[in-house]
């Protein structure tokens, strides 16, 4: 099996496949193609929260602003699972949830591919060729593939999402990305909003903005705002029914401050 | 086979297939993820127009504005073909559709999954495993699934289509659905507008505002509005190589007052 | 392997799935669904961008203004490739290419399928019984299909690229699509560009807009124009993580006069 991710829309992937499928019989599985446009750190995110639910797989991703430039090209192997994209921190994220999840050991490779036909559309041109190679050699013996060489772990471009932060005052984080829907995904865990909640659950205000604590969406009528923990376990600024990112005027990057009304 | 179908967008179902995957080798086929958004009626209206043309297959659907409240997931069996969703009347229309096409009987199940991992994402942690376990179990053999219980027919969430009437004036109708290019399909069964048809075809209004009845778009210049029975055998109200919703003025729930001007 | 690929959006995509499953046990891929709109001239340049990536397959494509017409369907045999769509042009860019690039000769056949269901919707109808209906026979027994009737390659209705041209004031050129980035994607050959080009690689002019040539976008800063030989191989008016045809103010169709600055 070979996933595959990126911010190409359409129909630039059916090249990648293309080229996939003239050199392996891997079943093909599209994560999305609209990843967030140029945001590795967007990326990495929905490559964490989706990637670790598959099988075993090689795992193509590519969201690349410096195709063309000398990042590298990489893959890293953990578990059973090989990930494969450009060295810019976009692969670590999901790397190291499928470490915490089974086998701790994570192995790094630099991707050669001599004169590659382009410098702009390295996912058909390099990417793809050397998934579909390790897929075909074997995930577990990525060791011998022709196209790659060990490369030190601590010689890749990182990428880690930035904790929030705990005060007197507030719960101080950051919107790590907002979803189709207008939710928007801070990176305050949940767990953070449940210590300070008392019972019964009360209101908070996220940058002064006032908005019930729920379980679900349809605790506040249609068109409210809610706050809640989503299904990635981090705080979300919603509507239920309608668009949080527009209600609470928030988007990609920026401050939250969270403050629990323990008044009730 | 299991096919998908949601209002998720991007990139929530590919956790979906993570978890099928895992479960399961079944062939995954996407249907859309793209449907009207928390809009039940409409997603009911395009999985009765797109599961029928494929094989005996498990069927994976979630459009669920109540997740996480106490509406029940349910199963329904009807013929070679499993439909997996919310209690909601999502299921029911192509439920019914398949059922005359082939076997008339319809079994329903509730599907029961102890701590789904989120309250607002039963996409991933109720609905998907429930459809993998079926689809290992087998579709003649739902009833021993573990996760499923059968429950009475007339105990779901029913969901009908508004039907259509005709008086000395006009009949009278409404908008079901607009489609991708602008299309606006109505709930008038083509029959209705042929039997009013003079020969040779004639003009019609829709709530006032006239166009040519043709059977292809070419019919009319580009740019021109005209009415025709489409592909899903209803009335529509469209432009040839333009948008039928701008062009009328209409939208999902409007009504239609269809009068044919037999003048000519 | 049956690829897909069509302006059809979401979600009538799934009929034709569902009708091809019905009827063989291909492999699917989709090649692209939002092809632009009624627009086979971009749809036949994407489908020769994409399709020559694949192994042997029958590619089912369809960007069909004419539907319902007396515009005939066919199919095209080349190499070990069918390709299935509409007569009007789409499919020979394609055709041509995978002829240079290993059998030239090409077989072309008219479908005939008796009473369509649809006159509107001949993707799910027509062509998809006919891929189906060869795919099932296999690629090389194409001419025993019984849908097909053999035909002239001269009476079909073709399609070709505009040729720029050039003389001692610019390279005149036209846009032929722009792509889901922005970028401006014209019909000049990269080498008339580098034929003009001095060393170092100077500036150049679009339409009196001036910009550097470069080889990856990562040569200007963000937001900055830049002229590019893309993937394709042709010119591109890009701008660094930005859009491109709103920086040019260009559009599919627009002419393009080039001027490389050849003071530096």
């Not at 790397?95 to 590659?116: C, K, M, N, Y």
């Not at 990428?159 to 189709?180: Q, S, Y």
């Not at 249609?222 to 527009?246: F, I, K, M, P, Q």
């Amino acid at each position: 099996m070979i996933t595959l991710a990126s911010d190409f829309g359409s129909p630039y992937p059916a090249a990648m496949k293309g080229v996939l499928l003239s050199r392996t019989d891997a079943q093909l599985v599209d994560i999305a193609h609209d990843l967030p446009r140029q945001d590795p750190r967007a990326g990495a995110f929905w490559l964490r929260e989706t990637i670790p639910y598959f099988p075993p797989a090689v795992h193509l991703a590519v969201v690349d602003p410096g195709v063309g430039t000398d990042r590298r090209a990489i893959a890293l192997g953990v578990g059973d699972h090989v990930l494969v994209g450009p060295d810019n921190g976009l692969l670590w994220p999901v790397a190291r949830r499928i470490a915490e999840q089974s086998d701790p050991s994570i192995a790094a490779f630099e991707i050669t591919v001599d004169d590659p036909a382009s410098t702009t559309f390295h996912g058909r041109d390099v990417f793809a060729p050397a998934a579909a190679a390790i897929h075909e050699q074997g995930v577990d013996r990525i060791d011998t593939v022709d196209l790659l060489s060990p490369i030190a772990l601590d010689s890749c471009v990182d990428l880690r999402f930035p904790e929030p932060t705990r005060d007197d005052e507030a719960i101080h984080g950051e919107v790590l990305v907002v979803d189709d829907f207008g939710n928007v995904i801070t990176n305050v865990p949940g767990e953070f909003l449940e210590d300070d909640l008392p019972e019964p659950a009360a209101d908070a205000t996220v940058n002064g903005v006032s908005a019930p604590v729920v379980d679900t969406f349809d605790r506040v009528d249609a068109g409210g705002r809610l706050l809640t923990v989503g299904s990635h376990g981090y705080v979300e600024c919603d509507v239920n029914e309608g668009r949080g990112d527009e209600a609470f005027g928030l988007g990609v990057g920026d401050a939250v401050d969270l403050v629990v009304d323990d008044s009730a």
